[in-house]
């Protein structure tokens, strides 16, 4: 049997059109943040006049208030109201004190290609083709011979239980939080806000429930528990937590992402539902949060933006990544023809609305001058594409898929160090669905990369559709640590990746 693939997918040159909406929405955000910042300079440029002023000129002013009574309670009574509205409607900062990535200690847990299509023949639930089919897949994927996946799915015949995928569930939450508890020298009763996104397993009590009731977590304890919202649901929980951190001061929040395997492994023949078992690995994250302005000193980085971009009103972008039955009865989760440009319209309106935000002056001028000169004037000229090297250090794009950060590379105009983080963690974990962003940061702090000041982006999408941005800039220079999940191997890293596209 032979298969041919002549042509990868695309995504389609998501920058070549914008949409305005896009970049006034981007526009307003940028203005929203300027007008809270603008009392700043008022206020000091009034202390300042102030301080100019002699003793005898506080007299004189003093005696011109002393008959002008109403106009001084007026005035002080305004500047009360302003200066209350201004510290009541400033955004804490939110400090991200430190995260960890879920390693798992048992080396018989690895998964190479050939033991992987071994297995699937063994298993005795797939024909042929399909076989051959994921076989290709394998080999086109951009997956090492060290990915990950539960005990359940090394047992012949795979043993996909309730109690099989809650053990999964706790072994990686556990060992993330493990972890994150040793390094930041938390106790599990100080946080206030638990977040636990896992898009396919949500059994009853809940994965939150789960950790409060493990580390006996204090009783007035904020938890949330998302589930089916994808890949990029990761960047939504951060999201989350910075708007409850906004509300409730002095507090730690932790964000948990993971996914998980064992109960969702595809037993049937329809290939659009077989990608996702070529795919995806065990993996996860512990991230803890935090609003004390008494943690910046520790803490690594600072968020500055979260961008969320939803296209489910449409219904292709809604159907594109769907769980559902096959015709014999088998649960799977299809993944579309249309996948690729689908999150590449996602992704155009999710930059288009992030620029403004974070491109220097120069780049927004060229790119809002060219933008009207199309839109506007009819002007035959080509896009012109931001540089968004210019805007961030690195870059943490979610290791979905060989394709898609191949196609974001060619897009944004990134050099292949740019995206060294993405592809090493497709090839060490695979993916990792929504913790994918985080190995990649824990990469690029493995390789000594970040220092202070340095600005990260991630970005992520997943089913619904969605794309969401994340952005953080470094408080310190980050060290290599022996906690990484790359300590191990990071040495060994880089590695050339085979580009095989085409094969009989």
Not at 37 to 53: Q, T, W
Not at 176 to 182: H, I, N
Not at 423 to 439: A, D, E, K, P, V
Request: charged share 20%; glycine share 6%.
């Amino acid at each position: 049997m032979s298969v041919q693939i002549s042509k990868r997918p695309r995504l389609p040159d998501f920058l070549q059109s914008v949409n305005i909406k896009y970049v006034k929405l981007g526009y307003h955000y940028l203005i929203t943040h300027l007008l809270t910042l603008l009392f700043i300079p008022l206020l000091l440029g009034i202390l300042l006049e102030v301080g100019r002023l002699g003793s005898d000129d506080i007299w004189k002013l003093w005696q011109n208030l002393q008959f002008n009574l109403v106009v001084v309670l007026i005035c002080s009574a305004l500047m009360v109201f302003a200066a209350t509205v201004y510290f009541m409607s400033r955004p804490r900062p939110i400090y991200l004190v430190d995260y960890s990535c879920y390693l798992p200690k048992d080396e018989s847990l690895k998964v190479a290609f050939d033991v992987f299509i071994e297995r699937t023949k063994i298993s005795g639930f797939f024909e042929e083709k399909s076989i051959e089919f994921q076989k290709r897949i394998m080999e086109r994927s951009g997956l090492g011979e060290n990915t990950y996946l539960p005990p359940a799915m090394h047992e012949l015949p795979p043993c996909p239980t309730m109690k099989a995928a809650r053990e999964e569930a706790e072994t990686v939450m556990f060992g993330c939080l493990d972890e994150l508890f040793e390094k930041t020298k938390v106790k599990p009763k100080e946080i206030g806000v638990l977040i636990v996104n896992c898009s396919l397993f949500n059994p009853t009590p809940s994965l939150s429930a789960m950790i409060v009731n493990k580390y006996k977590m204090r009783g007035n304890i904020r938890t949330y528990n998302l589930g089916g919202m994808g890949c990029s649901a990761g960047v939504i929980s951060i999201d989350l937590a910075r708007d409850i951190l906004q509300v409730h001061g002095g507090t730690y929040a932790i964000v948990v992402s993971t996914e998980n395997i064992t109960q969702n492994w595809y037993f049937g023949n329809r290939r659009a539902m077989l990608i996702p078992n070529c795919l995806f690995r065990v993996g996860g994250a512990a991230i803890l949060l935090s609003n004390k302005g008494t943690d910046k000193r520790r803490s690594k980085y600072k968020l500055n933006h979260v961008v969320r971009t939803h296209k489910g009103a449409d219904d292709k972008s809604y159907r594109c990544v769907y769980q559902e039955q096959d015709n014999e009865g088998r649960m799977g989760v299809t993944l579309s023809k249309e996948l690729m440009a689908i999150a590449g319209d996602s992704l155009k309106a999710n930059i288009t609305t992030l620029g403004p935000l974070v491109l220097p002056l120069s780049e927004q001028i060229l790119f809002f001058a060219n933008l009207v000169a199309r839109k506007f004037f009819n002007v035959k000229i080509k896009p012109y594409i931001p540089d968004f090297k210019l805007a961030f250090d690195h870059f943490c794009i979610h290791a979905g898929g060989r394709a898609v950060i191949d196609e974001l590379q060619k897009n944004l105009v990134l050099t292949e160090k740019h995206c060294e983080a993405s592809r090493m963690t497709l090839h060490r974990f695979g993916n990792t669905s929504s913790s994918s962003i985080w190995y990649e940061l824990a990469y690029t702090e493995a390789k000594g990369r970040v220092r202070k000041g340095n600005r990260v982006w991630q970005i992520a999408f997943g089913s619904g559709f969605k794309c969401n941005s994340a952005v953080w800039q470094s408080l310190c220079t980050i060290k290599p640590s022996k906690h990484s999940p790359w300590a191990h191997c990071i040495d060994r890293y880089p590695v050339e990746i085979p580009d095989v596209y085409k094969f009989d």
